[in-house]
């Protein structure tokens, strides 16, 4: 079944969607990637080129390698040019007038066998669903940041999901060279349900003064062996991100542990979002 799938496109090329181009095209696949416009669709080749010439220059990849990669790569503004692709993987911001406006689209776009993918972490992927006109071929395939480096995929199904289209999910998901995770669609699926009231945790130890970010960062990184603390991680990901995430717990839950940090509603308020606007916890150059 999986082996039909030759065309794959992604809708989106911020931080995860360049990341996800990057892992498909690692993997053998053609790949479009699809921006709203020229200066995100730079951003987004310039992202994918500076990670593959990391990678050269560390000699994890030869620069043949480079090359097959980057030529199994189109840039596109319209996605039209998906009209071809047999799987389609969207990573636009969690908005769902965003997310509906690309659904409606790439159902009416891709072929009707196509499997549409939502990278979402914190909307309803029953939701994303509904909005097109093949429930039974939407599901989620939650990537991890940074995308081409972290293992694990959670495969997302619904209520309505086609049983062979969770199958062919979870194929695609390891010829990615990724560990497939079944989950059920719930807020924080599995994953962030536990990760991200622990990072807000850490902003409300961080907000009371119980220490510095530094302090806390460096205690559960020994305590825990994890390879980043905490606030460092909420700049990884984004805090809006993480923001999403509590809030959509605190919906679904409302129980007071998923009750977002002020602190951390606050700085997503002011535009600290960490990496992608160069200020979070940290500053970053
Ligand atoms: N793209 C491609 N490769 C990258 C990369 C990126 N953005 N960032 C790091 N790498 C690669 C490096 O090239 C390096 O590769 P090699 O080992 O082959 O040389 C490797 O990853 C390690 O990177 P560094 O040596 O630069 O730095 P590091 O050892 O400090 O690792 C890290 C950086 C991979 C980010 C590591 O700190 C880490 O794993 N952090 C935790 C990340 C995490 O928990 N992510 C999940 C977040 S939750 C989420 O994403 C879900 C959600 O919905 C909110």
Redesign the pocket.
Known sequence: MVQEIHKVGVVGLGTMGA?IVEVVARAGFAVTGVEVDDTALKRGRAHLER?LA??VD?G?LSEEERAGILERVTFSTSREDLANADFAIEAVPERINIKRDVFVDLDRICPPGAILATNT?SLAVTEIAALTNRPGKVVGL?F???A???RLIEVVTTVVTEPGVAEVATEMAKRLGKTPVAVGDRAGFV??AL?VPYLNHAVLLYERGVASREEIDAAIVEAAKL??GPLA?LD??GLD??LA?MDVLWEEFRTPRYAAAPLLRRMVAAGLLGRKTGRGFYVHS
């Open positions: 990341g990670s990391k990678a560390k994890k972490s939650h991890f940041n940074p081409p480096v972290m994953a962030n990760l390879p980043m991680l990884l990901v991100v993480c995430v």
